[in-house]
């Protein structure tokens, strides 16, 4: 196939549909309640994941990257991903993944030494470059090999990010308290007590007893419901201390600016090192969430558009970076949930766990433009309505998300302990135990090559940003190594099956 030929193809596949992405939500009653509610849930459910990471980041950033800018670089990129973009169901997020490499970019940057905005903004505007040549030479295409192997690796290493990330918070806020023991300990009960009741919220929602139209309303605010309880409950003992995300947006400008990307030719020629392995972040990230929404059940009818879909990401991968906002890229979980959310689906329950077939799907750009141009108006105009949020709860909340979607991971699931009732019955009839054990054990030590790397970024910044080259290593060891070592049939069995717990974990 010629460059660019993908992209072209695409193009005309959606382009009929386009139009019909915007009317079909409007469609009738039961369909325009099922968007607005899709729509609560988007707004909800990105908005305070979004805060929490960005907090996160102003921290180890030393201000230098803030929370307002995760947040408006969300928002900006989904709003002209609706309009422009190919498959309309992907919601872009500043990811954990991508949060973690940029940690790793201010290790980079102080050792250097370089300031951090101008040489993240560099390597990000390479990255993008180069994920659009990837799609313009049709790469998209190559990287549908992605299986499952790879998948449940990037889920996994999705939700260790997130709890490693929330425990971090708290101990940077423990070296920032200091000797304030009744201020730490009430930081720690505001942490520890959104994870609790998150979980609870999250047991709520799966009961079988509790009507379906409740549960759905449970679905759509329950990160809202989780952080408003706790940010309630940090007003007891007002003579302790609360920091609030009011005091870290003291002194942020309101819009983001142009960044001066005046750097040395040879800071220039070194940023190409980490942006190539950012590059294959992105592309492994974006085709994943790709994937995953394209899945048959989805029941998906107006098709795909991967390398367009890919072009368009690094090309907001460098419109972002002009304007030092990290890049968004497609996201695990949302897009998936996205499309089952809009999905006509007929519930059932068996040995009392609740089953949703989905019979056909809206495929709308209306949920997530509305959503996130919520999100802006909420971020310009009324940012003192989120400032009352104790830090804390945003911390425990990141902690929540990783232990969340560490229950739901099928990789985690297959651990020794219970076979018989956690693996997909398909595994159990069709591949012996001790493959099943053996599969795992490799891919747990894929996965602990993975995040042994990363934990090495305050050490060595330029062997930790080598992470997503491992990633990428593990398709074609997929495909090589583990037909040899476990039989090429049970190797295939392993590595392709799909089941419908959902191998990206459900964080929320």
């Given amino acids: 196939m010629t460059p660019g030929q993908g992209i072209i193809s695409d193009i005309k596949r959606r382009w009929p549909s386009y139009a019909a992405d915007w009317l079909d939500a409007f469609r009738d009653k039961s369909t325009m309640v099922r968007c607005a509610s899709t729509t609560i849930w988007i707004a909800t459910t990105t908005f305070i994941p979004a805060l929490a990471l960005g907090l996160s980041m102003q921290s180890q950033s030393s201000r230098r990257m803030t929370h307002v800018d995760f947040l408006l670089s969300e928002a900006l990129s989904n709003v002209a991903w609706t309009l422009i973009g190919g498959q309309s169901l992907l919601i872009l997020r500043v990811t954990g993944p991508t949060k973690t490499f940029l940690t790793i970019l201010t290790y980079w940057a102080d050792a250097l030494p370089v300031d951090f905005v101008r040489f993240s903004s560099l390597v990000n505007i390479y990255a993008g470059i180069m994920v659009m040549l990837f799609a313009t030479f049709n790469g998209a295409e190559l990287a549908l090999a992605i299986n499952r192997f790879t998948s449940e690796n990037l889920a996994l290493f999705i939700s260790v990010t997130f709890v490693f990330a929330g425990f971090d918070a708290m101990a940077t806020m423990k070296a920032k308290i200091g000797d304030d023991d009744a201020k730490f300990l009430k930081y720690f009960i505001l942490h520890l007590g959104t994870v609790i009741l998150a979980f609870k919220i999250l047991e709520f929602r799966k009961s079988a007893s509790v009507r379906k139209t409740v549960r759905l309303i449970v679905a759509d605010f329950a990160p809202l419901m989780a952080v408003t309880a706790i940010t309630g409950l940090s007003y007891a003992f007002p003579n302790v201390a609360v920091d609030r995300v009011n005091a870290a947006a003291e002194h942020l400008p309101r819009w983001p600016t142009a960044v001066d990307l005046a750097l040395s030719a040879q800071h220039c020629a070194l940023a190409l090192v980490p942006a190539l392995m950012f590059a294959v972040q992105i592309i492994l990230e974006t085709n994943i969430c790709a994937m995953l929404v394209a899945r048959p059940e989805n029941k998906l009818r107006k098709g795909t558009a991967f390398n367009w879909d890919m072009f368009l990401i690094g090309g907001f991968t460098v419109a972002t970076a002009c304007f030092g906002l990290p890049p968004s890229v497609p996201a695990l979980p949302h897009s998936h949930l996205h499309a089952k959310l809009l999905g006509n689906s007929v519930e059932s329950k068996r040995h009392g766990i609740i089953r949703s077939r989905v019979h056909g799907a809206t ?23 989120f400032g009352h949020i104790p830090i804390a709860s945003l911390s425990g909340f990141l902690v929540y998300m990783g232990l969340a979607s560490l229950g739901s991971n099928q990789l985690v699931r297959r651990l020794p302990g219970g076979f018989g009732s ?52 593990s398709v074609p060891f997929s495909f090589i ?28």
């Fill in 363 to 385: 495929e709308t750009r209306v949920t997530n433009f509305a959503a996130h141009v919520i999100t802006f108006i909420v971020v310009v105009c009324f940012r003192s309505t």
């Fill in 422 to 473: 956690i693996v997909p019955t398909k595994f159990l009839r069709r591949v012996p135990k001790r493959i099943i054990y053996a599969y795992t054990a490799v891919q747990l030590l894929v996965f602990g090559a993975i995040f042994a790397c990363r934990m090495s970024a305050s050490r060595a910044p330029a062997f930790a940003a080598t992470y997503p080259a491992i990633l990428a290593l």
């Fill in 481 to 508: 190594a583990l037909p040899r070592m476990l039989g090429s049939y049970f190797a295939h069995v392993l590595t392709t099956s799909a089941e419908e717990e959902n191998i990206v974990g459900l964080f929320y």
